[in-house]
């Protein structure tokens, strides 16, 4: 399990405790230094059904500065992608990677359901 944060995210810190707290062993990387690969957002991307947008951080000043918002409908996958996999900045965080999904934002009924195990 790996977890990209950045290190004065309210919402990392949070990820990063409930994490800990159920016992998920994990590695963390700062997103700032070492963005998701793109095949880890192509994961995300699937898990978020398709919806690119789910991956941006959409109330950074990255996202503002570059436009996203006007340019994402028509602007190509791949190219999305890549303007992610290039900053750290403009992906939602914290992002969490496994095996077999990964996922954007802290959400901890949806962690819950993916990453602990059925009584």
Known sequence: M??????????????????????????EIPI??????LPELRLALQSAGGDIRKLFNT??????ALN???????????EALNLLAASGNLIKRPFLVS??????GF??????????PDP
């Open 32 to 37: 700032r230094v070492q963005p998701p690969t």
């Open 59 to 64: 109330s950074g000043q990255d996202y503002r």
């Open 2 to 27: 790996t977890i990209y944060t950045l290190k004065n995210c309210d919402s990392c810190r949070k990820a990063v405790k409930w994490l800990r707290e159920n016992g998920i062993a994990f590695q």
């Open 107 to 116: 959400d901890p009924l949806k962690w819950s359901y993916s990453l602990t």
């Open 99 to 104: 095996a077999d999904f990964a996922m954007a």
């Open 68 to 78: 996203i918002k006007e340019s994402l409908p028509t602007m190509p996958e791949s």
